[in-house]
């Protein structure tokens, strides 16, 4: 099987950088996505890791290292509309199989 | 350029009443997707569509329904609905699983449903 683990909740300063993490356990998969959610919103796409390392969008990063089972979503130049829930997500490669999304971690921006 | 788009926005049911909700496509994508998300749980899988015609059990079908008879829709139905349904309800569709590359799934706004 495979489960995700995030932290509930993160509250950090506007103008800082936070760090989302996700732990998981699956045997394999194709890669780590990330998703934001604004209150009363759609979650939307964020960035996507299929290889370790970092990937860059913006003051948006997303970091993926297979061999620690672990990866991050880092948001620098935090403003208060960053304040969202982010998920990640990862599809693995037994079967024909969807991606299974983490619980989630609400980002709480404060001034 | 509509993209994923959910009918109702809201809805307020009884208790043992049915209903299908409506997840309407443009992007020509072969995956459907129906998630239920609650507060605390995340998104969990109802439901799925690799294209049309077929469909396929997720992490929590219990009690719900599917049909994808033309490619651009998916359909989700509640028989009976129960007071543990109360919830909001995405949909969301890809282009393919994401086996070569990223292919990020695209939701819709939501279907509020309470079920008293």
């Known amino acids: 099987g495979q489960s995700l683990e995030q932290p509930s909740e993160v509250t950090a300063v506007e103008g800082a950088i936070v760090q989302i993490n996700c732990t998981y356990q699956?045997?394999?998969?194709?890669?780590l996505s990330w998703y934001q959610q604004h209150d009363g919103g759609a979650p939307t796409f964020l960035s996507y890791n299929a290889l370790d390392g970092l990937e860059e969008t913006g003051r948006f990063s997303s970091f993926l290292s297979r061999s620690d089972s672990y990866g991050y979503l880092l948001l620098q130049e935090l403003q208060m509309k960053d304040s969202a829930s982010y998920f990640c997500?990862?599809?693995?490669?037994?079967?024909?199989?969807?991606?299974?999304f983490g619980k989630g971690t609400r980002l709480s921006v404060i001034a | 350029n509509a993209g994923v788009t959910q009918t109702p926005k809201f809805r307020v049911l009884k208790t043992g009443q049915s209903m299908t909700l409506l997840c309407a496509q443009d992007?020509?994508?072969?995956?459907m997707y129906w998630y239920r998300q609650d507060p605390g749980m995340g998104l969990r899988l109802i439901h799925y569509?690799?294209?049309?015609?077929?469909?396929a059990k997720g992490e929590v079908p219990d009690g719900y329904n599917v049909s994808r008879l033309k490619k651009q829709n998916f359909l989700l139905g509640l028989e009976s609905a129960a007071p543990s349904q109360t919830s909001v309800y995405f949909c969301?569709?890809?282009?393919?699983?994401?086996?070569?590359?990223?292919?990020?799934?695209?939701f819709g706004d939501g279907t509020r449903l309470s079920i008293l």
């Open positions: 997500a990862v599809r693995a490669y037994s079967g024909n199989t969807p991606l299974v």
């Open positions: 992007m020509n994508h072969e995956y």
């Open positions: 569509s690799v294209g049309e015609g077929t469909t």
């Open positions: 969301a569709s890809s282009y393919s699983m994401g086996a070569v590359g990223n292919q990020p799934q695209h």
């Open positions: 699956t045997s394999g998969f194709y890669g």
